[in-house]
């Protein structure tokens, strides 16, 4: 899959390595779903290229870095169904590392959802941060650089991504194969990352956001099984109740501004929105943490929205 936007950045990184300014660990962080990751991989493709023009893409080496199929360039990220990326892998990525290089000049470490590195695994991958062995460059990419140790992010260089913007995220959903009705619908709900629409359009495709709606309106009366089919409406995994928290968030919001616009805003239909809302943004603060308990917080949240 082709980069799309983040030129500045790309072209500071090419113009640093061209240099040969480029740190040898670099910490990738912006929201999730905008690309960090394939500018990440574009990097290392930067580092293996022997065409003309770094990284064109299309010579052997920038070919078996796409395949994952190249021996100086190691991939890691979190393992399916997994929650944390443990020490096994960091002392696996060490010892990459140490190995002399194969083919390239210097060897290249991509490390995806960085953000879920365990405190084992981030103390274990220290020492080569600090100074590895060989030439080497590590990247962390990470939707949040807020649960890396103070000491992994004061050895990596920090590079801040910005979500895409609307032509720009426009210009992906049509690479992912969105026709433009499929693409307006989900685009303002986005926040410019492709990685979100495509969540968001599979909430809409599944008919969740009806039954989200009608979930919510149930909780009406006071009952508490129309609590518990509403956490049941959340999903069964951490990511799926982010997206459908984030979701209702968004549909209360659109209620909320609809309300305004056609006069019917009054004060205790708004307060009892604002009040909703506020709960959303707590539980989804809450699901952030490092293991939170899902299905508990799901019922808490659903109990705390059906009192209001
Ligand atoms: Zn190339």
Known sequence: MRVVGHQAVRESIAQRYREDRLAHALLFAGPPGIG??????DVARLVVCTGKKPPCGECDPCRRVAARSHPDVRFAGLPPGKKEIG???ARDLKRFVQLKSVEAHCKVVLI???QHLSIAAQNALLKTLEEPPGKAVIILVADGAGSLLPTVRSRCQRIAFAPLSHPELAEVLRDLGLDDAEAEAVAPLSHGSPGRALAMRDLLQSGDIDRLRDSVAGLGDGRYRSALE?????GRSEQEMAARLELLG???QSELRRSVLDG??????VG???RQLTVLAEARQ???????NRPLLAEATALKLARI
């Open 36 to 41: 960090k990751f394939l500018v990440a991989i």
């Open 87 to 89: 020490v096994d892998t």
């Open 112 to 114: 995806d959802d960085a």
């Open 230 to 234: 509403f956490a049941d409406s959340l």
């Open 250 to 252: 968004e549909i209360l």
């Open 264 to 269: 019917t805003d009054d004060t205790e239909v």
């Open 272 to 274: 009892r929105k604002v």
């Open 286 to 292: 809450l699901l952030r943490r490092r293991n939170p």
